[in-house]
């Protein structure tokens, strides 16, 4: 099961110009969009009641939207997950919109030899693009804590982690600062409703 984790941080790097609403949701369709298309996952969008609208503009129909309390965190969504019967889940952040499929599949296989597999954000020490878990998660990483926007998330998970307990897959940057946006590449395939809005600025 792979889930986007809805937020108003994605709210973050919009540029003057822009709803900051409508680039929330663009952001968060693209991400939607990629993790439907990645074979054998399940997707899923978790929304605060806040949130929900968003979750159910950027889906398809039948698309489990999972409720959880505002300001919940990666491990929240993944015992949700657990309660549900996956035995392996991924949390997505929403402002990765040009996120290829290649980086967010690395997660699972990681999962064949690790209980935990973490998509650092880039540059280092700027947080985690996802974070992916066997289930339900191994309690030394419910004592981390960490969640998408720790800093130091990385090294903190794999302080804690047993010997093979963690793999870190390679790297993606999130959008966080209308500066970031320079770094989205045309040539990519994907991010459409980003690439659409931004456009017609």
């Given at each position: 099961m792979a889930v986007l984790l809805t937020g108003a941080s994605a709210a973050g790097a919009c540029p003057p110009g822009v709803v900051a609403e409508a680039f929330v949701r663009a952001l968060a369709e693209d991400v939607a969009d990629l993790i439907s298309e990645l074979p054998g996952l399940d997707p899923a969008v978790a929304a605060d009641p806040a949130g929900r609208a968003l979750a159910a503009a950027v889906t398809w129909p039948g698309t489990p939207v999972l409720d959880v309390p505002p300001g919940a965190?990666?491990?929240?969504?993944?015992?949700a997950l657990a309660e549900r019967g996956y035995d392996e889940?991924?949390?997505?952040a929403p402002d990765v919109p040009d996120l290829p499929a290649l980086v967010m599949a690395k997660p699972f296989s990681g999962l064949a030899g690790a209980a935990v597999a973490a998509v650092p954000a880039i540059p280092a020490g700027s947080g985690l693009v996802a974070l992916a878990s066997r289930l339900?998660?191994?309690?030394?990483?419910?004592?981390?804590?960490?969640?998408?926007?720790?800093?130091?998330?990385?090294d903190r998970i794999r302080r804690a982690a047993p010997r093979r307990g963690v793999v870190v897959t390679p790297g993606w940057r999130r959008l966080r600062v209308p500066a970031d946006l320079a770094g989205l590449d045309p040539?990519?395939?994907?991010?459409?409703?980003?690439?659409?809005?931004?456009?017609?600025?």
């Open positions: 965190g990666p491990l929240v969504v993944l015992a889940g991924a949390v997505v339900p998660v191994p309690a030394w990483l419910d004592e981390v804590g960490v969640d998408l926007d720790t800093p130091d998330g990385v040539e990519l395939e994907g991010w459409e409703a980003t690439r659409a809005l931004l456009s017609g600025r």
